[in-house]
């Protein structure tokens, strides 16, 4: 891969990844034959963009996974690879790398600087009245892209906002 082409994946990815946070999607979808795609409230959104072919996404796979050696053998072995993109102020994305019919596909989410309030999220105030209390157990469960690790963060964000104490969480991946 030469340097032109090194930029010119760059460029590409972070662009999307950069228009991904202004229209505050969760997650830029990347899949050869289709328009790059973002999911925004749950809701997927396609861009006004020309379909992705299999050169675009070698490239982006090859800047990305194939200049690293443990992330080219974690590849190989798997199937499939994660590993975070991270743009100086923009935010940080954690990335999963895969094949699909024979070409790379990637899943993108967005990982906000820091962890929104629940008042940003909307969230009900029977939110802050767990948060308030002084011990027990909170479980938060859904599928994919509804907002589990964003709520448990602003969580765990208003209680270290709001009062000392010791907390433990289960989460994989982290995010913040």
Do not use: W
């Amino acid at each position: 891969m030469d340097s032109n082409d090194r930029q010119i994946a760059k460029e590409m990815m972070e662009s999307l990844l950069i228009q991904a946070c202004k229209q505050r999607a969760s997650d830029l979808l990347l899949t050869v034959g289709a328009e790059p795609t973002f999911r925004i409230d749950g809701k997927i959104a396609r861009l006004q963009h020309d379909k992705l072919r299999p050169e675009d996404t070698k490239r982006i796979f090859e800047y990305y996974v194939g200049l690293s050696d443990e992330l080219s053998q974690r590849f190989k072995e798997r199937g499939d690879v994660d590993f975070n993109i991270p743009i100086t102020n923009v935010g940080r994305f954690r990335v999963n790398a895969y094949k699909q019919r024979g070409s790379y596909a990637f899943a993108a989410r967005v990982i906000h600087p820091r962890p929104l309030t629940l008042q940003e999220l909307g969230m009900p105030d029977i939110f802050t009245s767990f948060a308030n209390r002084p011990n027990g157990l909170l479980i938060i469960t859904g599928p994919t892209g509804c907002g589990k690790s964003t709520t448990l963060a602003s969580i765990v964000d208003y209680i270290n906002e709001t009062r000392d104490g010791h907390i433990i969480t289960l989460e994989d991946p982290v995010e913040y």
